[in-house]
């Protein structure tokens, strides 16, 4: 599951206390059994080629999920769609001019809004945005301001029992391992891995004692050749030694302690779902001001925000988390205090009811 599929299992979790849901996904999956473990129904659709979404390979696919997601809401019958990627936004589209089916939908992406995009907003009666950064590239797109509706990605709170100053306190000075930066995503061109493994280079100069971890991998297969190109630069790297590629982690919980700073390296990166977990775990951030993790980070209060053109200024804020005395416990307190407010689930469902309500009112 990457993270569209667990913001979709957050938010179906939250929305099943109000309303009846269902989730039509591919079953079975990762994503339909972490929806039984939390008795939210799954309707099955068939599991992706994994091809290009313009391939004409893909016909039969298109088709079959079509016909599969028409025969879930016969039985089904809701009074909302709700579509949370664009590829469910098409299929959406589809049922709606065929059955006049009100749905929304959901854009998490910066890198998919174009034309389908658009035609799809105008099929459906709302479209929620995951970030103002996102609403912002929908509206050059001549999608309408009022039909879009910014909700932050919901996210669950960290279980630590020490309070933020005490649990950053106590990860930093653990005297049984080395300090650790980490870089969690999907290898996909976008996120931009070499800048944090050329910023490696520069902080192991003037910080022997430290690792770089990678967290992700090439989940869908389909970005082989970049992955190839990120394990050979960090072969070749001054700080080869020192850097971990750990694969891709389905669950972030038992790591996050092992992680004293992330460092997020995304190009239009729409939201960051990492960067908000990362703050809600009492972890300082250091990020590329671009995109959602430059609306959700306040630069030098909840972290540290960089352009993203120059490995030695993102080298310098790294190493500032490790030497000025005091940043990291302050920037991971404010942080989690944040996370709290912006990410909440109660929020999050209160703005949902809300489309929903206009959606089946318009």
């Not at 025969?71 to 065929?98: D, E």
């Not at 996370?339 to 949902?352: E, G, K």
Request: charged content about 20%; aromatic content about 6%; some cysteine.
């Amino acid at each position: 599951m990457a993270g569209a599929e667990t913001s979709l299992l957050l938010m179906a979790d939250a929305l099943r206390l109000r309303c009846d849901v269902a989730v039509a996904c591919p079953v079975p999956s990762p994503l339909s059994k972490a929806l039984a473990a939390r008795g939210i129904q799954s309707w099955t659709l068939p599991v992706s080629p994994g091809l290009p979404y313009r391939s004409p390979l893909r016909g039969a696919y298109w088709m079959g999920a079509t016909w599969d997601l028409m025969r879930a809401i016969r039985i089904f019958r809701p009074s909302v769609l709700h579509a949370n990627t664009l590829c469910a936004g098409v299929l959406c589209s589809l049922i709606a001019c065929a059955t006049r089916a009100r749905f929304v939908l959901h854009v998490r992406d910066l890198a998919s809004i174009g034309l389908v995009c658009r035609l799809c907003s105008t099929t459906c009666q709302g479209v929620i945005a995951v970030s103002h950064a996102v609403r912002d590239a929908l509206m050059r797109r001549g999608v309408r301001s009022e039909k879009i509706r910014v909700i932050y990605n919901i996210i669950e709170r960290a279980r630590m029992d020490l309070n933020p100053l005490e649990a950053t306190k106590t990860r930093m000075a653990s005297p049984r391992r080395p300090f650790r930066f980490a870089n969690v995503g999907q290898f996909v061109p976008w996120k931009r891995q070499t800048r944090f493994l050329d910023a490696a280079s520069l902080v192991c100069r003037g910080l022997p004692e430290c690792q770089f971890l990678l967290v992700g991998d090439d989940l869908f297969g389909r970005n082989r050749q970049y992955k190839q190109q990120l394990l050979l630069a960090a072969r070749r790297s001054p700080a080869a030694g020192k850097i971990r590629f750990t694969g891709w982690l389905e669950n972030m919980e038992a790591f996050w302690p092992q992680i004293d700073c992330l460092v997020h390296t995304a190009d239009d990166e729409p939201f960051g779902r990492v960067v908000a977990e990362a703050m809600a775990h009492r972890i300082p951030v250091v990020a590329v001001r671009s995109g959602g993790p430059a609306e959700l980070i306040e630069d030098d209060v909840t972290g540290l925000l960089v352009p993203g053109d120059d490995a030695s200024v993102l080298a310098s804020a790294m190493l500032r988390v490790t030497q000025e005395r005091g940043l990291a416990q302050r920037l991971a307190a404010a942080a989690h205090d944040r996370a709290n407010q912006m990410f909440a689930s109660d929020s999050a469902l209160q703005q949902l009811l809300a489309v929903y309500k206009d959606v089946l009112a318009a």
